[in-house]
């Protein structure tokens, strides 16, 4: 039997820990969610929990940036399916709206984040994952050579995703609303092809 290290089981509480946060913050959403309750879910005692995290608010955090880890994941997987750069950004645009699809998704990162986080924290957070993958897409799709211009221009996108993600968090069917919203997205995009 191999013995694991301290740090190695502390790893394995802190994911267990924000395993369980992610789930429930996407199914009750922050407020609604308390401390006691992610750490039963995670087997762990309340002690263990704030061990790891400082308070709720931290547990929270953890879960957005978990969030955030996976559609960046996931937007990157999608445009490097593809075949040219161009239609890796479509891809990933649309791969980001489809994941607003997502309940979990939705409640976390657009509906919660904002509030208990703080708009500068969420766009440090998503600067460093979703953005920066939409920033580099729209580098090799665009060609732009200014990277102010190319900072801006992502921004601007980046912001009517994230509205169409509202949009869909919003909709009553947002499945059936997914292909008119991506069409709006492509059109969009289309005005900034060189």
Not at 39 to 51: E, N
Not at 136 to 143: E, K, Q, R, S, W
Request: aromatic fraction near 6%; include cysteine.
């Amino acid at each position: 039997m191999i013995r694991r290290t301290q740090a190695e089981r502390s790893d394995e509480t802190t994911g267990r820990l924000v395993r369980a946060a992610r789930e429930l913050f996407g199914a009750h959403g922050y407020a609604l969610t308390s401390i006691d309750a992610v750490a039963a879910a995670a087997g762990v005692t309340k002690g263990a929990a704030y061990h790891h995290f400082n308070g709720k608010v931290a547990l929270f955090r953890a879960a957005f940036v978990g969030e955030q880890e996976e559609v960046a994941a996931a937007v990157e997987r999608a445009a490097l399916s593809e075949p040219d750069p161009w239609a890796a950004l479509r891809r990933g645009c649309r791969t980001f709206l489809e994941r607003c699809l997502d309940p979990g998704f939705r409640q976390i990162v657009l509906l919660d984040a904002p509030s208990v986080l703080g708009w500068e924290t969420v766009r440090e957070i998503e600067y460093a994952h979703t953005l920066r993958v939409l920033l580099a897409g729209l580098d090799l799709a665009t060609a732009e050579g200014d990277k102010v211009v190319l900072s801006m221009r992502a921004q601007l996108v980046f912001g009517a995703l994230c509205e169409g993600g509202m949009l869909l968090a919003r909709s009553a069917d947002p499945a059936a609303d997914l292909p008119r919203l991506a069409a709006e997205a492509d059109r969009f995009l289309a005005a900034l092809r060189p």
